[in-house]
């Protein structure tokens, strides 16, 4: 199952270190061969068509309600709840992509 990048997740991976790159595209090779079967390790249910990949200090936002599932926001993990700035960002992008 490929996944899609929004272009502002783009631009947010393109300044992690070496190390948290690696670890991202490892995360999300694991989702494209997996997909939903991940253990909640890797891969985390938010809400509705809402799911949180995990790698390391990275959390990538995967939308599913498109034609493909798109990583519509990307952030460091500072707590652990989603903050509700987040949400919104998350909520105002998915309706770009209905």
Known sequence: ?????DPRVEKFLKGL????IAKVLEYIDLFE???????QRYLKKVKGP????????????????AEKPVIVHANYKKSQKISRK???IIDTRIKQYR
Not at 17 to 20: A, I, L, N, T, V
Not at 33 to 39: E, N, P, V
């Open 1 to 5: 199952m490929r996944l899609i990048f």
């Open 17 to 20: 270190s070496d190390k948290d």
């Open 33 to 39: 061969d997996y997909g939903y079967s991940l253990d």
């Open 50 to 65: 809402i799911w949180e990949l995990r790698p390391r200090r990275v959390r990538l936002f995967i939308f599913t309600g």
């Open 86 to 88: 987040d949400l919104k």
